[in-house]
């Protein structure tokens, strides 16, 4: 009996769930999206301010976290990084999620001509990096968060729409869809009552999984000096703005914000990975 109990579905993804990695990391992802959200209230100084006579400090009770090449406060551009550095992928994944989507259930629902139309648009976008054409666009706009977050969309959007895709031709070919269909719904309602919201636990943790790689790809093109305005805290920057500390002897404002990237990457891709895991019910 208790075996038997032991092998349901809902028990299965408890027990997954609770696993300590994953608590551990969803606790993490909670911590970094509160410290966003509250930066203004925990960053304990103005994070642009500058103070050149205290340079390259180490940490001390006024400056937890010591202060960087340009003497402002490390765990002040630290916490109201963390805002920049989460916002970006989500546009990115907001985007791409939306149009990919639609682009998905389009192709899959109407097929034929315009099925291949649609899927032989998105696979020329997968011959073109996507960190490429986020420098080429900046390169041309300039510095700012928008360019690089629509061309990340942009590069990002052939995935979840190859995703939708196959998931809508699974779910198509089900009786309930047929069923609908006798009743007079049309295609729309089907799509959107019925047919994605038994993908979106699928969709939603590709998006987590893609909102660690938008935040690789952002900071990347921070610490290049072709994301985020010099002024504007934000962890890639931070990174690209402590390479002169680093070569002084002092790593903390560089380390601190790369460990600040990782950290968040990883989290997010545990957790996204261990949402696939409950949709495909499998319990490791």
């Given at each position: ?20 990695l994953?608590?551990?990391?969803l ?22 301010t ?5 340079a ?5 009770a006024?400056?937890?976290l010591?202060?960087?090449a340009?003497?402002?406060d ?8 963390a805002?920049t550095s ?5 546009g990115?994944?907001a ?10 259930i ?5 097929g ?7 899927s032989r ?16 666009i ?6 700012g ?6 061309a990340?969309?942009v590069a990002?959007?052939?995935y979840?729409?190859?995703?939708t895709?196959s998931?809508v ?11 609908y ?11 959107l009552r019925?047919?994605?919201?038994g ?7 590709q ?7 938008a ?11 072709l ?9 890639g ?17 560089a380390?601190l ?28």
């Open positions: 009996m208790t075996a038997a109990l032991l092998r349901r579905p809902g028990l299965a993804r408890l027990r997954t769930t609770r696993a300590p994953h608590r551990t990391c606790a993490f992802v909670a911590l970094v999206v509160l410290a966003a959200l509250l930066a203004p209230w925990l960053a304990p100084h103005d994070p642009n500058v103070d050149l006579g205290d390259l400090a180490g940490p001390s006024d400056h937890l010591g202060v960087d340009s003497g402002r490390t765990l002040s551009r630290l916490v109201t990084g805002r989460l916002l970006g992928p989500l990115v994944v985007f791409s999620t939306l149009a990919g989507v639609a682009v998905g389009t192709a899959a629902w109407r034929g001509p315009l099925d291949s139309v649609l648009g998105t696979e020329l976008v997968f011959a073109f990096p996507g960190l490429l054409l986020a420098i080429l900046v390169s041309v706009y300039g510095e968060l928008l360019a690089p977050v629509l990340l969309a990002y959007l052939p979840v729409s190859r995703l895709r998931l031709l699974a779910e198509r070919a089900r009786p309930y869809v047929e069923a269909r006798v009743q007079g719904h049309s295609g729309l309602q089907i799509c019925h047919v994605l919201p993908i979106a636990p699928v969709l939603l943790a998006a987590t999984v893609n909102f660690g790689y935040l690789i790809d952002l900071a990347g093109l921070s610490f290049l000096g994301g985020v305005p010099a002024l504007t805290p934000d962890w920057r931070m990174v690209f703005d402590g390479q002169s500390a680093v070569q002084h002897g002092y790593p903390l404002s380390v914000p790369c460990l600040a990237i990782v950290l968040t990457v990883v989290a997010f891709n545990v957790v996204g990975e261990r949402r696939a895991d409950l949709v495909a019910g499998r319990d490791r």
